[in-house]
């Protein structure tokens, strides 16, 4: 079976620019979840969506958002980018729900200029 | 406030030698803590998953183990390999519908030849 994967894999953008990240999760796998990793903060949960509804949110703020599709593909969009959002961005994939083995993809390196 | 705090922050050792990393957390009511490892630039990888009712878990040369009464959970490493060198994140997690994990800030173990 093919793992997570995740597009693009690094990514530089400006300040004020809104970006969009793509999530493939494990065939079959319902449950989409998303993390934000940054040296000053480790590993930070931002949302979690299963059958194209968001279940779990993290402590972000409004500019954070995501959604999932039929096909359990996810996207995040952060928008009005801010210095501070340069991070890794995390998605993993699990069967049914986050409670279970998570399988994480490579991420995808966002750097805010 | 929920934490987890995971010591030591670095840990360097030789191949072929036995370690142990701490986690302790505040999180009560727990429903699971997990151990993942994170190499360099890739996503992390689920090392074991257990809940408040287990006390140990084993993967291989992984062990973990737990004390749900004094809050904390260790990680044993046995026969190390260079292939170990990586960080190592304990993640704990809420009960019920409510997934907000919470995460320590790692301990990066570097094995030498």
């Known amino acids: 079976k093919a793992g997570v994967t995740q597009t693009p894999r690094y990514l530089i953008k400006t300040r004020g620019q809104q970006v969009t990240l793509s999530c493939s999760p494990i065939?079959?796998?319902?449950?989409v979840s998303w993390y934000q990793q940054t040296p000053g903060q480790g590993l930070q949960f931002l949302f979690e969506?299963?059958?194209?509804?968001?279940?779990n949110k993290g402590n972000f703020p409004g500019r954070f958002s995501g959604r999932q599709f039929s096909n359990s593909r996810s996207e995040m969009n952060v928008s009005t980018l801010e210095l501070g959002d340069s991070a890794l961005y995390l998605c993993?994939?699990?069967?049914?729900?986050?409670?279970?083995?998570?399988?994480f993809g490579p991420g995808t390196r966002l750097l805010v200029l | 406030k929920n934490q987890v705090e995971q010591s030591p922050q670095s840990l360097i050792i030789l191949e072929g030698k036995n370690c142990t990393l701490q986690?302790?957390?505040?999180?009560?009511?727990?429903?699971?803590l997990r151990w993942y490892k994170q190499d360099t630039g890739r996503g992390p990888v689920s090392l074991t998953i257990?809940?408040?009712?287990?006390n140990t878990k084993s993967n291989g040369r992984y062990t973990a183990t737990l004390d749900a009464d004094t809050k904390q959970s260790s990680l044993h490493i046995t026969a190390s390999q260079l292939s170990d060198s990586a960080s190592y994140i304990c993640?704990?997690?809420?009960?019920?519908?409510?997934?907000?994990?919470?995460f320590g800030r790692g301990t990066s173990l570097i094995v030498h030849p």
């Open positions: 993993a994939s699990s069967a049914r729900s986050e409670e279970e083995t998570q399988y």
């Open positions: 065939s079959g796998h319902r449950s």
């Open positions: 969506y299963f059958s194209e509804t968001q279940r």
């Open positions: 986690c302790n957390y505040t999180v009560s009511p727990f429903s699971n």
């Open positions: 257990m809940t408040f009712s287990e």
């Open positions: 993640v704990v997690s809420p009960p019920g519908g409510s997934y907000i994990p919470t």
